[in-house]
T-cell receptor
Framework: DAGVIQSPRHEVTEMGQEVTLRCKPI?????LFWYRQTMMRGLELLIY????????DSGMPEDRFSAKMPNASFSTLKIQPSEPRDSAVYFC???????????FGPGTRLTVL | AQKVTQAQTEISVVEKEDVTLDCVYE???????LFWYKQPPSGELVFLIR??????QNEISGRYSWNFQKSTSSFNFTITASQVVDSAVYFC?????????????????FGKGTKLSVIP
């Protein structure tokens, strides 16, 4: 079975541009999570969905960040406008239930110049 | 407040040595889950193990073993006869979910990670 799929794997953009990160969770998983990993702050949960509905977005750093899950097999994380401090690795993860193990995608390394 | 502490930032061992990675946690809840994840140099996060707060049995999987001690709030990870392929950053994580005033709440907290280098 395919794991969590993320695209693109690498993204380099200029400050002010819109960035869209994509995720396909493992089929049958009801929960989807977006994380950001930086050297300074480690792994941070940004938002999570249950059955395509956003449940908690308190980790989203500011209004420039938005996430959607239009169906059970696709989610996007959008940054508009992007800033250099958004440079990080963004992970998507999915799980069958809320509290058990999450399976992570390979991540998207975002660089904002 | 929920917290995971991995006091060892970096560890270096020579191949075939045993190594233990420490994890200490704080939680207000009596029901919680603990995890270990591995992040090799390629960058992906690989799930290794889950342990729930009611199960204090130690677990062994090949060269890996985990020691969960509720009394000391620790969930340590030992690699026996380490190999170069074990070189990675290892994360301990704590998961809680509870209902407060009818609203659901969930937190998954990761430690800062321990970078393990196994030298041939």
């Amino acid at each position: 079975d395919a794991g969590v799929i993320q695209s693109p794997r690498h993204e380099v953009t200029e400050m002010g541009q819109e960035v869209t990160l994509r995720c396909k969770p493992i089929s049958g998983h009801d929960y989807l999570f977006w994380y950001r990993q930086t050297m300074m702050r480690g792994l941070e949960l940004l938002i999570y969905f249950n059955n395509n509905v956003p449940i908690d977005d308190s980790g989203m750093p500011e209004d420039r960040f938005s996430a959607k899950m239009p169906n059970a097999s696709f989610s996007t994380l959008k940054i508009q406008p992007s800033e250099p401090r958004d440079s990080a690795v963004y992970f998507c993860a999915s799980s069958l239930e809320l509290r058990i193990e999450q399976f992570f995608g390979p991540g998207t390394r975002l660089t904002v110049l | 407040a929920q917290k995971v502490t991995q006091a060892q930032t970096e560890i270096s061992v020579v191949e075939k040595e045993d190594v233990t990675l420490d994890c200490v946690y704080e939680t207000r809840d009596t029901t919680y889950y603990l995890f270990w994840y591995k992040q090799p140099p390629s960058g992906e996060l690989v799930f290794l193990i889950r342990r729930n707060s009611f199960d204090e049995q130690n677990e062994i999987s090949g060269r890996y073993s985990w020691n969960f001690q509720k009394s000391t709030s620790s969930f340590n990870f030992t690699i026996t006869a380490s190999q170069v392929v074990d070189s990675a950053v290892y994360f301990c994580a704590l998961s809680e979910a509870w209902l407060d005033s009818g609203a659901g709440s969930y937190q998954l907290t990761f430690g800062k990670g321990t970078k393990l280098s196994v030298i041939p």
